[in-house]
C-alpha cells in the first residue's frame, strides 16, 4: 500500500509565497499522475495542478501563472510553488496519485490521497 505525505502548508499575507511537497512511496507504476487539489470551508474540493510521468502539466484556471507544479521522478516528489497567494487560495490542500497518467486537473477520482495540508492566507 502505497503513502503520501503533504508538508509545507502554514499561514502567510496575501501577496506571498508557500511551496508544497509530497513524499509519494510504495506504489510500483511506471506511468501515473500526480496532483494537488484543494478544499475550501464550505466547498467542493478543486483541482490546482497535475503532473504526469511524460512531464505533461495541467492547472486550474484559477492558479495559472502564480502556481507551478514540479515533480523530482527519482525520489517521486511532487512539488507546489505558490506564488501571488490570495485569502481565496486558502483551503486544505492534497496530494494525489492515480496509475492513470491521462488524469487532468479536472479528474477528481484519483485513486490516492495524502492526508492534506493547512494553507491560509490573510488579506
Known amino acids: 500500500q502505497g503513502h503520501l505525505v503533504e508538508s509545507g502548508g502554514g499561514s502567510v499575507q496575501a501577496g506571498g509565497s508557500l511551496r508544497l511537497s509530497c513524499a509519494a512511496s510504495g506504489y510500483a507504476y511506471s506511468n501515473y499522475c500526480m496532483g494537488w487539489f484543494r478544499q475550501a470551508p464550505r466547498k467542493g474540493r478543486e483541482g490546482v495542478g497535475t503532473i504526469n510521468s511524460f512531464g505533461r502539466v495541467t492547472y486550474a484556471d484559477s492558479v495559472k501563472g502564480r502556481f507551478t507544479i514540479s515533480q523530482d521522478n527519482s525520489k517521486r516528489t511532487l512539488s507546489l510553488q505558490m506564488n501571488a497567494l490570495k485569502p481565496e487560495d486558502t483551503a486544505i490542500y492534497y496530494c494525489?496519485?492515480?496509475?492513470?497518467?491521462?488524469?487532468?486537473?479536472?479528474?477528481?477520482?484519483?485513486?490516492?490521497w495524502g492526508q492534506g495540508t493547512q494553507v491560509t492566507v490573510s488579506s
Open positions: 494525489a496519485f492515480d496509475p492513470r497518467p491521462w488524469a487532468v486537473v479536472t479528474s477528481l477520482d484519483f485513486r490516492y
